[in-house]
């Protein structure tokens, strides 16, 4: 019996290469070591952009179009919509109820948020309850392993803690997921900032080879390095970050030291940097062009991913339903 595995992105439209080599790398990764459930966490980002809507269904036909092209296979997982599995939703009911509010106040990423975010008003009760959502998400599914990132450990715990509260009031029901931490390679933008749509240093999956060629000419590099007879260092270069991804190791190995000692300029360096991430996209590019010639395609995958995760949902709400003698 392969472990189950449940992980969830909120619909944030086309992925860039930093949500590649963080996360759906990594997702595409396991599909075939564990019975993995990933889904569109559309719920999720109504707890920051419930004031505007409007491009909630773009963003998750962008998203899953980048699942599915670059490696996610419907045969091997299931691919779903959260507000298309009502049950999360259920769940989240109860087990808000069960869930002190101390625990989510003290929550760090709830208290960063609310001091951070002033464009708009997150003092709601949906947000606060980001992590009961988030544990009924995981929760649900019975799931072992729960791959995310760093930021989300708190979260994690946070479900931790409410699925032993509830098997301690209702009898042994959930078992208690752990993370999987994925290791993130350091992928800064363009600008040497963390790569992020809102910064618009991002170069996207889906983008072409043009584009993605102009990106990486715009690329910082080493800022000591000012003129092309200056020695330069790959280790303190923005851009080298991303050589070392997309660059073949003999070809590094030449380039490094190259740059040390000033025979290559970093027009050239960067061509054959933004060569290489075209070369190794291009296929999954190409797939993406065919899959989204078919308009429906987004939305039968999702209306057949959660179809087949609902028959699992359905059976552990009946054992919610017992345990809570409903
Ligand atoms: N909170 C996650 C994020 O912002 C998204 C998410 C929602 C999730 N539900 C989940 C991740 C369940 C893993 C499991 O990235
Ligand atoms: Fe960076 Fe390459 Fe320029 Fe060196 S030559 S600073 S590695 S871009």
Redesign the pocket.
């Known amino acids: 019996m392969k472990q189950r595995v449940?992980?969830?992105?909120?619909p944030s439209g086309r992925l860039h290469i930093g949500h590649y080599h963080g996360?759906l790398e990594n997702w595409v990764k396991m599909q075939d070591s564990f019975d993995c459930f990933f889904?569109v966490?559309d719920w999720?980002s109504l707890t920051t952009e419930y004031a505007d809507t409007s491009g909630i269904i773009q963003s998750i036909k962008d998203m899953v179009l980048d699942w599915v092209a670059f490696g996610l296979d419907p045969e091997k997982c299931v691919i779903f919509r959260?507000s298309m599995v009502p049950h999360h939703s259920e769940l989240n009911l109860i087990l808000s109820m069960i869930t002190p509010v101390s625990w989510l106040e003290r929550n760090p990423t709830y208290k960063e948020m609310l001091d951070n975010i002033d464009q708009r008003d997150l003092t709601t009760f949906g947000f606060l309850g980001?992590?009961v959502?988030?544990a009924a998400?995981?929760i649900l599914y019975k799931?072992k392993r729960?791959?995310?990132?760093q930021?989300?450990l708190p979260?994690?715990e946070i479900?931790r803690e409410i699925a032993r509260r509830f098997n301690h009031l209702y009898g042994q029901v959930f078992p208690e997921p752990e993370a999987l931490l994925t290791e993130t390679p350091k992928l800064p933008g363009l600008d040497g900032r963390k790569m992020s749509k809102s910064y618009n240093n991002s170069i996207y999956l889906s983008d072409d080879a043009e584009t993605t060629n102009k990106m990486v000419m715009s690329m910082v590099t080493d800022t000591n390095r000012v003129r092309r007879s200056d020695p330069g260092d790959p280790d303190v270069c923005v851009a080298f970050n991303l050589h070392r991804i997309y660059v073949p190791q003999e070809k590094l190995d030449e380039i490094a030291p190259a740059c040390r000692n000033a025979s290559i300029g970093c027009v050239d360096c960067k061509k054959i940097l933004a060569g290489c991430i075209n070369e190794r996209l291009a296929p999954f590019r190409a797939k993406r062009e065919e899959l989204s010639a078919n308009p429906g395609f987004v939305d039968e995958l999702l209306r057949e991913g959660s179809r087949k995760a609902s028959l699992v949902s359905d059976t552990v709400m009946m054992e919610v339903r017992a345990a809570l003698k409903f």
Do not use: E
């Open positions: 449940v992980s969830g992105m909120r996360v889904f966490a999720h959260q980001y992590p959502l988030m998400d995981i799931a729960v791959p995310v990132g930021d989300q979260h994690l479900t």
